[in-house]
């Protein structure tokens, strides 16, 4: 069975300081990672993608995220925080073979502090 | 381009009730996905339709059917409601078919569902 987990229930960071969002996966074959964002009582954002090639995804908003294969993780980042990145955010991720049923991690609350 | 609109936006029922919620998907999308996030916790999965037929389920229970409609716009319905049931429920669609390529899913607003 697959899993995603977000060591992090909360990250904290000022304004104009680089911030990380931690994601670890476990997934049979080849993993297909996602993140998306999710605003106070709407639904989920997508922020980008990573399924082969280049370890460093770039997305939308000025977000990347670094896929490390040997540590099993898909971080997102972004080097200048806003105030507006303040959300939700959760690592998804697919099994090689069963593009369909996305597994979410519990999320973690961003907040940028002015 | 419309993106994925749902109805309705909130809902409330009691326990034993049953309920439908509909999905509109993305322009150009054929397969709808649901999936229930209850507060606090990541979405979980509980089923995806393609050409009109369930292709895939989750762990849930057969208290959860769905539909989908030609023009590819989808219904999830819960009977015998329980406390339980109360949490978003998220419908995302994707193009089924693209020559092996990973689709990405886009998610709908959400309806918001309270058993009382």
């Known amino acids: 069975a697959q899993s995603v987990a977000q060591p992090e229930d909360q990250v904290n960071v000022a304004e104009g300081n680089p911030l990380t969002v931690k994601c670890t996966y476990s997934v049979s074959g080849n993993p297909y990672l996602f993140w998306y964002v999710q605003y106070p009582n709407r639904g989920l954002q997508f922020l980008l993608k990573?399924?082969?090639?280049?370890?460093l995804v770039k997305g939308s908003y000025g977000f990347e995220a670094e896929f490390n294969k040997s540590q099993t993780s898909f971080h997102l980042k972004k080097p200048s925080a806003l105030v507006s990145d303040s959300a939700l955010y959760f690592c998804a991720a697919l099994a090689d073979g069963s593009a369909r049923q996305l597994t979410f991690g519990s999320g973690t609350q961003l907040t940028v502090l002015p | 381009d419309a993106g994925v609109t749902q109805s309705p936006t909130h809902l409330i029922k009691t326990r034993g009730q049953q309920v439908t919620l509909r999905c509109s998907p993305k322009s150009g999308h054929d397969t709808v996905s649901w999936y229930q996030q209850a507060l606090g916790q990541g979405p979980q999965f509980i089923f995806q339709?393609?050409?009109?037929?369930?292709?895939q389920r989750g762990n849930f229970p057969d208290r959860f059917s769905g539909h989908q409609f030609p023009n590819y716009s989808s219904e999830l319905n819960v009977n015998a409601l329980l406390l339980g049931d109360s949490a978003l429920y998220l419908c995302?669609?994707?193009?089924?078919?693209?020559?092996?390529?990973?689709?990405?899913?886009?998610f709908g607003p959400g309806t918001r569902l309270l058993v009382l």
């Open positions: 995302a669609s994707s193009l089924g078919v693209s020559g092996g390529r990973i689709e990405t899913q886009y």
């Open positions: 990573y399924i082969t090639g280049d370890n």
């Open positions: 339709y393609y050409e009109e037929e369930e292709r």
